[in-house]
């Protein structure tokens, strides 16, 4: 028996266990150790789920016992003692009422090496805007040289990142955690340094702060890039029915910033079996899957699933597409503003194509406010064509 696997325990269970001395004989001590298993199962399955009509829920007032059973999901094991915690403080913090403040604040949260070839763009952006946002960067390897005042002396602490490994999420909630500080901060947005703004910043603030979900990406990929990642060694709190992808670039809200900032069971698992260079030669990225994971299981509709950050992945290869300088038209811009569709493509042989209508608060609306990844030689142009291309209406 793996400790690893969860106990599904049915009628079939129940049999094996009344009935083991016509099964094929097994060695004593094994035997033992699964009675064993069996009954201690046995009990705690009687304990959580007690018989309708014993006296069980009646110590409680119905309401009482129907709400304890209504905040977990379906249960075919018991939850550990972590879970329970875990849940309870995930519960608490979704359902506490919103604080009303009289500032409100976007947190722009920029993951870079070093440079950011974009600063003079995003200058452009932010200006006039002075107390609707605040700038955070975590500069991995080479410290900026900034030269926007909207940048200078934002350095958050930062620490090295490894494409793909979990220091990239280390990455992300230490920026996370610096901007929460700051309690006008109702929204956080995370860029890289190949990402520019699609939307003048007014857009741009009200499609965040007027929104009631976080834009974290998450699909189901049932190919070897998505569920191929999968590690049963993330049991038994993650399934593999609950494991999800999605792009890294997220936009967050406050509340699931701190859950985020509350969680280490979901996030030490991730670290400890979502890495590159598994057993089987497997890779496994916890940027992609984390929180796209942690999400569907504890808010599926507090999120979005789709990123509001473009991306083009349909040449097929490794990495996106680069723009280049002659890439970057106005015609390039207007496409990808007017996209209204989200899209995920599985990375099984079927390549399945999943489009879905963007939709805001209710009503269909392009999906994107940013995009990657731009070369730093694209800069001259994007920032003569930026007042054009961020005042197309739709
Ligand atoms: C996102 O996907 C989940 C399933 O994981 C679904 O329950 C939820 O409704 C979706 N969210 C939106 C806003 O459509
Ligand atoms: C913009 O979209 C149109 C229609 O889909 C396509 O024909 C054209 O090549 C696109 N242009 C650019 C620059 O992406
Ligand atoms: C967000 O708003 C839409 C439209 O009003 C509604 O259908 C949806 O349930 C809301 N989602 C959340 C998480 O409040
Ligand atoms: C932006 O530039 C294009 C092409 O040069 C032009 O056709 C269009 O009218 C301009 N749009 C705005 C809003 O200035």
């Known amino acids: 028996m793996k400790k690893t696997q969860p106990w599904h325990l049915d009628m079939k269970d129940m ?14 001590p094994t035997w033992i150790i699964v009675l064993i298993c069996m009954v201690s199962v046995f009990l705690i399955f009687t304990y959580v789920y007690p018989p309708q009509n014993s006296g069980e829920c009646h110590i409680f007032s119905y309401r009482g016992c129907k709400t304890f059973k209504s905040w977990l999901p379906p249960l075919t094991r018991e939850l550990t003692d972590e879970e329970v915690a875990s849940r309870l403080v995930i519960r608490e913090i979704l359902n506490a009422p919103p604080v009303i403040r009289d500032s409100h604040k976007v947190a722009f949260m920029f993951l870079t090496p070093g440079a950011l070839p974009f600063e003079e763009l995003w200058d452009k952006f932010f200006q006039g805007h002075e107390g609707k946002f605040s700038v955070y960067v975590h500069a991995s390897k080479d410290r900026p040289l900034h030269f ?47 990402c520019i703004p ?11 702060i007027n929104t009631n979900v976080s834009f974290i990406d998450s699909f189901v990929d049932p190919g070897p890039h998505g569920n191929g990642r999968y590690s ?33 069971l979901y996030y030490a698992k991730f670290r400890d079996y979502c890495r ?60 990808i503003t007017s996209i209204m569709d989200s899209l995920h493509v599985t990375s099984d042989e079927r390549r399945e194509v ?37 005042s197309i209406s739709n």
Request: net charge neutral.
């Open 198 to 208: 699609l939307r003048d910043f007014d857009y741009v603030y009200n499609y965040l």
């Open 232 to 264: 049963e060694h993330m049991l038994p709190e993650v399934e593999k029915e609950d494991f999800r992808k999605g792009a890294q670039w997220f936009t967050m809200k406050r509340k699931h910033a701190i859950i985020i900032m509350a969680d280490y």
């Open 15 to 28: 049999q094996i266990f009344r009935i083991p001395r016509q099964r094929p004989p097994l060695r004593k």
């Open 148 to 194: 926007s005042r909207y940048f200078i002396n934002r350095e958050v602490h930062s620490e090295k990142v490894d494409w793909g490994k979990i220091s990239m999420v280390d990455a992300e909630r230490r920026l996370l955690t610096y901007a929460l500080k700051d309690p006008d901060n109702q929204h956080f947005v995370l860029l890289s340094d190949s």
């Open 276 to 335: 590159p260079g598994m057993e089987h030669n497997r890779n496994c990225y916890s940027d992609e899957h984390y929180l796209p994971t942690f999400f569907h299981m504890f808010d599926p509709s507090g999120v979005a699933n789709w990123s509001v950050t473009h991306v083009d992945w349909s040449e097929g290869k490794w990495h996106p597409k680069s723009y280049t300088a002659k890439d970057v038209t106005y015609e390039l811009m207007k496409n």
């Open 354 to 390: 999943q489009m879905k209508p963007c939709m805001w608060n209710g009503d269909p609306r392009p999906c994107y406010l940013f995009a990657r990844k731009f070369l730093p030689e694209t800069l001259d142009n994007l920032m003569l064509l930026f007042d054009n291309y961020t």
